[in-house]
């Protein structure tokens, strides 16, 4: 059995946030040693990885409380998991197609700049007349 500090340090995941994942239901409620903390066992550490996995592949709660569940049922078919990896996927391919679009518009932006004055600066005149964002008819890009 290891404390929460040493649980932390296994996983790379932050208390609080092992906190909150056990608040939410994605991590069960530990056990408690005689003086009342937490502590966990190899099993914890397994989903927490899992978890942490998980997040770093941008799956958000919800999908990786989807895929806890089907984990825990190793005879049942993997359609599951592969309808929620697939969709996930096509998300990333079009984060990665917006990307690439700002990628071209920021480098056109830069290559037309050639550090005269504001009054002559092309950044400023392009960001003046959007071609990318919401005024222009296209997807907002903060949410990447």
């Known amino acids: 059995m290891i404390s929460i500090g040493a649980l932390s ?39 927490l990885l899992f978890i942490r996995h998980a997040r770093d592949l941008g799956f958000d709660l919800g999908a990786v409380r989807d895929l ?3 984990q825990e049922q190793p005879n049942q078919s993997c ?12 998300a990333v391919e079009g984060r990665l197609r917006l990307l690439e679009t700002l990628r071209a518009e920021l480098t056109r932006m830069v290559a037309s700049c050639r550090y005269g004055r504001v009054s002559e600066c092309h950044v400023i005149d392009a960001l003046a007349t959007p071609q990318f964002g919401p005024s222009a008819g296209i997807a907002n890009c903060r949410s990447l």
Do not use: F
């Open 79 to 90: 359609n599951g998991a592969w309808r929620l990896a697939s969709a996930h996927l096509e």
């Open 9 to 47: 340090k296994a996983s790379g995941v932050h208390i609080e946030t092992i906190r909150y994942y056990e608040r939410s239901g994605l991590l069960p409620k530990p056990a408690r040693a005689t003086n009342g903390r937490r502590v966990y066992d190899d099993g914890d550490v397994r989903r």
């Open 68 to 70: 806890l569940q089907l």
